[in-house]
T-cell receptor, first 111, second 114 residues
Framework: RKEVEQDPGPFNVPEGATVAFNCTYS??????FFWYRQDCRKEPKLLMS???SGNEDGRFTAQLNRASQYISLLIRDSKLSDSATYLC????????????FGKGTTLSVSS | GAGVSQTPSNKVTEKGKYVELRCDPI?????LYWYRQSLGQGPEFLIY????????DSGLPNDRFFAVRPEGSVSTLKIQRTERGDSAVYLC????????????FGPGTRLLVL
């Protein structure tokens, strides 16, 4: 079983749609959680950290459920510019631990 | 300010050859990570440096892979006797300290082994 699993996608939605991505992680010792965005042939960039209380950044809302080991990302009012691959990421927050990435879910927003 | 830079941006080599990939982290970042991303996959951890020392090399797939960071800044990932399965994007990331800080990624080196 992969340490971080995501919806396979791709997600093809029209502009203005609301889309949700789900992710589960296997290591209960995971301490930090993130969503990264990766554009085609570009490096991953941090979209937002995910906190237990849930957090929002404009049209983006992230949720974490530690009991279920589940992370989500909701994008409201999708824009063409949201088209990218979204990577669910965890780490153990211990010295020397690296980020553990899911395979990513591709989103394509069309007009 | 300048971000993480990686050279070359693309590298094509033949099976069996030796390659070196370079990473120049953000100035002042003590932690440096190498990841490998194959097509359709997320990045996978290779090795982590804290300063000059490799604090965790558990992600290196085999002994053909080696990395150094002699002065605690620039790092070089070295691959001996390259194989076609080594073809991937090699990403470098850096941060101020280890896992507590955001990791900033470089643009990657696309390695193609023919």
């Amino acid at each position: 079983r992969k340490e971080v699993e995501q919806d396979p996608g791709p997600f093809n939605v029209p502009e203005g749609a609301t889309v949700a991505f789900n992710c589960t992680y296997s290591n209960s010792a995971s301490q930090s959680f993130f969503w990264y965005r990766q554009d085609c042939r570009k490096e991953p960039k941090l979209l937002m950290s995910v906190y237990s209380s849930g957090n929002e950044d404009g049209r983006f809302t992230a949720q974490l459920n530690r009991a279920s080991q589940y992370i989500s990302l909701l994008i409201r009012d999708s824009k063409l510019s949201d088209s990218a691959t979204y990577l669910c990421v965890v780490n153990l927050n211990q010295a020397g631990t690296a980020l553990i990435f899911g395979k990513g879910t591709t989103l394509s927003v069309s007009s | 300010g300048a971000g993480v830079s990686q050279t070359p941006s693309n590298k094509v080599t033949e099976k069996g050859k030796y390659v070196e990939l370079r990473c120049d982290p953000i100035s002042g970042h003590t932690a440096l990570y190498w990841y490998r991303q194959s097509l359709g996959q997320g990045p996978e951890f290779l090795i982590y440096f804290q300063g000059t020392g490799a604090a965790d090399d558990s992600g290196l797939p085999n002994d053909r892979f080696f990395a150094v960071r002699p002065e605690g800044s620039v790092s070089t990932l070295k691959i001996q006797r390259t194989e076609r399965g080594d073809s991937a994007v090699y990403l470098c990331a850096s941060s101020f300290v280890d896992t507590q800080e955001t990791q900033y990624f470089g643009p990657g080196t696309r390695l193609l082994v023919l």
